[in-house]
C-alpha cells in the first residue's frame, strides 16, 4: 500500500485525553483552522463559525452544564461520564474550538464534520494534541444554551455541531483501536 505524510498522519491521529496546562501559540492555532476551512462542504457553501475558546472559567462553566444535561440522558456510559466530579469533558485542554453551521445549510452537519476532522488532522501534523467533544453539546442544548451561544458569538441562525479539545498532548497514545472488518465490499 502507498505511504506518505498524509497517510501517516490519518493513522496516527488518536483522541487525545490528556492534556498540558501550557496554551497552544497563536500559529499553531491559525494553522489548524486554516485546515478546518478548508474543508469540502455541500455546494461550497462554506456556512461555518468556528469559535476558539480559551477562557478558562468559561470552559469551566462549558464542562459543568454539560455534564448537567448529560446526567438527564438515559445511557449508562452518559450517566457514569456525568455523575463523575473529577471528570472533565475537555481534559484540561487550554483551547477549545467550537464548530457551528448555519442551520439552513444544504448538508451543514456533513459540512462541520469534515471541518472537525480536519482540525483533527491539522493538529497531529504540527504535534498538537486534539480530541472530538461533542458532550459539550449539552451545555449548549440545556438552560443555558442561549445564553451560552450569545456570549460565544454563535451567530444567529446558526447551530453548534462539534468541538474539538487542543492542547499540548500530556500522554502519547499510540495504539489505535482495532478496526471492525468486514465493512467494504465491492460491485
Ligand atoms: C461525533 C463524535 C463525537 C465524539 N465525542 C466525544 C466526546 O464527547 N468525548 C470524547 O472523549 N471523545 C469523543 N469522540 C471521540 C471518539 O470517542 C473517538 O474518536 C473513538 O473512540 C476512536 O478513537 P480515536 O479517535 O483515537 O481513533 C467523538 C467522536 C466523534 C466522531
Request: proline share 2%.
Amino acid at each position: 500500500m502507498a505511504t506518505n505524510e498524509v497517510l501517516t498522519t490519518i493513522k496516527k491521529r488518536r483522541s487525545i485525553r490528556s492534556f498540558k496546562a501550557d496554551q497552544i501559540t497563536a500559529e499553531e492555532l491559525q494553522t489548524v483552522l486554516e485546515a478546518g476551512i478548508y474543508a469540502p462542504s455541500a455546494g461550497n457553501q462554506q456556512l461555518w463559525h468556528f469559535t476558539v475558546i480559551q477562557d478558562k472559567q468559561l470552559l469551566e462553566r462549558l464542562n459543568v452544564s454539560a455534564k448537567a444535561g448529560a446526567a438527564r440522558i438515559d445511557d449508562e456510559h452518559i450517566q457514569k461520564i456525568a455523575k463523575n466530579e473529577k471528570f472533565n469533558i475537555y481534559y484540561g485542554a487550554p483551547t477549545v474550538v467550537l464548530i457551528s453551521g448555519k442551520e439552513d445549510g444544504m448538508a451543514i452537519e456533513a459540512d462541520c464534520a469534515a471541518a472537525t476532522q480536519n482540525i483533527l488532522l491539522a493538529a497531529e501534523s504540527i504535534g498538537l494534541g486534539a480530541c472530538w467533544v461533542n458532550l459539550t453539546l449539552f451545555a449548549l442544548g440545556g438552560e443555558q444554551g442561549e445564553q451560552y451561544k450569545q456570549q460565544l458569538g454563535v451567530p444567529a441562525g446558526y447551530k453548534s455541531f462539534s468541538s474539538v479539545a487542543l492542547g499540548y498532548k500530556k500522554i502519547e497514545v499510540v495504539n489505535a483501536p482495532t478496526r471492525k472488518e468486514n465493512v467494504i465490499n465491492y460491485v
